[in-house]
């Protein structure tokens, strides 16, 4: 079974810090998504990649940027944490885009940060 | 742009009674939906999907969906609900670009 983890299940912090939340996937996946997910209004796509070094906005990239050094490795930053960036962040990873849609994707646990 | 709305936000049902969750979308296109399942501390997990042909289709665990282009509707389905089908129930479609677009969830509560 493909497994997508995520390195921390709950987060904490402060306002004005730079945080890092890290996915990593096992199944050789080209694309990798960051979903945050809130109460009454879904997932909603921050970034995605479909490639190493290669990024996309998502419908809210505002407040946030990513990277991709290895295919394996998602990562989300947020530069300057702000309280409205309190929510649950999810991670996910899928085949390559193009041909047959892109059905499957594979969710990491998800990340609950707490921005105080 | 597509959207998809999910109109319930919270279901109630008694175990064993049967279980309709409410899925409407709109897309310009023939559209392809997915119905995704979040247990509690848990990632989503695909249900089942539409593509082409037969527009009801199985999933997993039980569940069916219909797609009805004349409605935009693609609702889920389960005849006999179990405690642990407790869960949050999210609708997608997928857009031409290939990336999904959710609905807002519902969560679906099940009374012994």
């Known amino acids: 079974d493909v497994k997508v983890t995520q390195s921390s299940r709950y987060l904490v912090k402060r306002t004005g810090e730079k945080v890092f939340l890290e996915c990593v996937q096992d199944?050789?996946?080209?694309?990798m998504f960051w979903y945050r997910q809130d109460p009454g209004l879904g997932l909603r796509l921050i970034y995605f990649s479909y490639d190493v070094k290669m990024k996309e906005k998502g419908d809210i990239p505002e407040g946030y940027s990513v990277s991709r050094e290895k295919k394996e490795r998602f990562s989300l930053i947020l530069e300057s944490a702000s309280t409205n960036q309190t929510s649950m962040y999810l991670c996910?990873?899928?085949?390559?885009?193009?041909?047959?849609?892109?059905?499957?994707?594979?969710f990491g646990s998800g990340t609950q940060l707490s921005v105080l | 742009a597509q959207s998809v709305t999910q109109p319930d936000i919270h279901i109630t049902v008694s175990e064993g009674a049967s279980l309709e969750l409410r899925c409407n979308y709109s897309?310009?296109?023939?559209?392809?939906l997915f119905w995704y399942v979040q247990s509690p501390g848990q990632g989503l997990q695909l249900l089942l999907k539409y593509f082409s042909g037969d527009t009801l289709v199985q999933g997993i665990k039980g569940f069916e969906a219909e797609f009805k282009r004349s409605q935009s509707s693609f609702n889920l389905r389960k005849p006999s609900v179990h405690w642990s089908d407790a869960a949050e129930y999210f609708c997608a479609v997928n857009n031409a670009g290939n990336m999904l677009t959710f609905g807002g969830g519902t969560r679906l509560m099940v009374k012994p």
């Open positions: 996910a990873s899928s085949q390559l885009l193009g041909g047959p849609p892109n059905e499957k994707l594979f």
């Open positions: 199944m050789d996946h080209e694309n």
């Open positions: 897309y310009g296109a023939t559209p392809y």
